[in-house]
């Protein structure tokens, strides 16, 4: 008896992050060809317009150009880090959500206004989420950002290499504007959600959520968030395949800077602050929604199973 409570009280435990890890799985293999076309774009120093030198235009066209000149291999490039990347940071993420959440709840100024509640635990679960992810989404930038035939031909070995010639802090590039980012991002992300669900309830007279709520709640909550900390997931990319140049002599002019400050500071000189800080917005906000409301979508009916199981 005791043996079979224990297995209970383990299995209450890890039963949120398993959904977390599993619904970001199914998503990221979704949403990887839209990644893939934000990440080209955003590394893009030449304008997104039809000029000389510019090689991606738009959403449609950088993957229209991707699949013509990669195969439908390159739309998914990187696709293995990615989806660690997505295993780590759904663990990490609703796991430490999850936690924090259900300890928020007996504070009492949390008890009594459950959106700061949301929009703290968020907060906190995103930054935890995203710093043990962060290495695969430094080889996941630097595998769709490299040169066909040159760079990394596979995640172990672009992990090796990076810790090798950058050690550690190469790993980690781009971890500060990340969290700065990241942050924010996920407050926004669990805040917008539980105000749209709620409202939605109260309107409705309904008592539990639906599954079409759940996963247009989670669609505004993606969209909201993304486009306010947009600039910062730019500014992320661009640091991440800083000491990378000598692997990625095709894609135009290679984008150099020393930190989040410089990176913004030349971003915004060279490119505008508009048309540059949001080079790749449309297919980023639309693959932030869908990929978000699907993740939430899963991992709520994920939960439910195992929260309905037998074990």
Known sequence: ??????????????????????????????????????????????????????????????????????????????HIPAQLLSVFYGLGQFAAYDQLNRAGRHIKIFHE???????????IAGA???????????????????????????????????????????????????????APLTAIQFWSYNVVIEAALEYTKQDHATPHLILFSGMIGGIVSKTAVYPLDLCKKRLQIQKFQQSRTTYGENFVCKGLLDCLKRTVTREGWTVGLYKGLWPSVFK??????????????????????NF
Not at 27 to 37: F, H
Not at 113 to 123: Q, V, Y
Not at 292 to 301: K, R
């Open 288 to 309: 932030s929604g869908l990929a978000t409301g699907l993740h939430f979508f899963m991992y709520e009916e994920l939960l439910s199973y195992f929260n309905r199981a």
């Open 1 to 78: 008896m005791e043996r079979q409570e224990q297995k209970i009280t383990l299995f209450n435990t890890i039963k949120a992050p398993m959904a977390g890890a599993f619904s970001g799985c199914i998503t990221r293999a979704i949403t990887q060809p839209l990644d893939c076309s934000k990440v080209r774009l955003q590394l893009q120093v030449e304008p997104i317009a039809n000029v000389t030198g510019a090689r991606y235009t738009g959403t449609w066209q950088t993957l229209f150009a991707i699949f013509r000149d990669e195969g439908v291999y390159g739309l998914w490039k990187g």
């Open 128 to 182: 935890i989420g995203n710093t043990v992810s962060t290495p695969f989404d430094v080889v996941r930038t630097r595998i769709i950002a490299q040169d066909h035939g040159r760079g990394y031909s596979s995640m172990t070995e672009g992990l090796k290499s990076i810790y090798l010639k950058e050690g550690i802090r190469g790993l980690f590039r781009g971890l500060g504007p990340s969290v700065l980012q990241v």
């Open 113 to 123: 206004h459950s959106d700061m509640r949301h929009f703290i635990c968020g907060g």
